[in-house]
């Protein structure tokens, strides 16, 4: 099993920054990547950001130039910075981690962090 401890999220005003944390502990094995999604209620969840192990990115179209994915491979920690926060980026935050395991592929989730954008 893997453990993903999430922090950073809060309320913060529109054009504020925010930075997410995501630590994962347990039976790391093979990741493939690391990344964020975010959901608000009564939506479907939706990626922000991934980053593989060897440091590629993919950032949905509404926060590109305004997020930044980074991780720790030594500590299996990913962050997100997120700059430029609009009130549209409201949501409920979660850490992923997809990795492989002998002959299986598995995806872990975190609990989810709150963040929230006055405007």
């Known amino acids: 099993q893997v453990q993903l401890v999430e922090s950073g999220g809060g309320l913060v005003q529109a054009g504020g920054s925010l930075r997410l944390s995501c630590a994962a502990s347990g039976s790391i094995f093979s990741i493939n990547y690391m990344g964020w999604y975010r959901q608000a209620p009564g939506k479907q969840r939706e990626l922000v950001a991934t980053?593989?192990?060897?440091?590629?990115?993919n950032y949905a179209d509404s926060v590109k130039g305004r997020f930044t994915i980074f991780r720790d491979n030594a500590k299996n920690t990913v962050y997100l910075q997120m700059n430029s926060l609009k009130p549209e980026d409201t949501d409920v935050y979660s850490c992923?981690?997809?990795?492989?395991?002998?002959?299986?592929?598995?995806?872990?989730w975190g609990r989810g962090t709150q963040v929230t954008v006055s405007s």
């Open positions: 992923v981690i997809d990795q492989t395991e002998g002959r299986l592929r598995n995806r872990y």
């Open positions: 980053i593989t192990s060897g440091g590629s990115t």
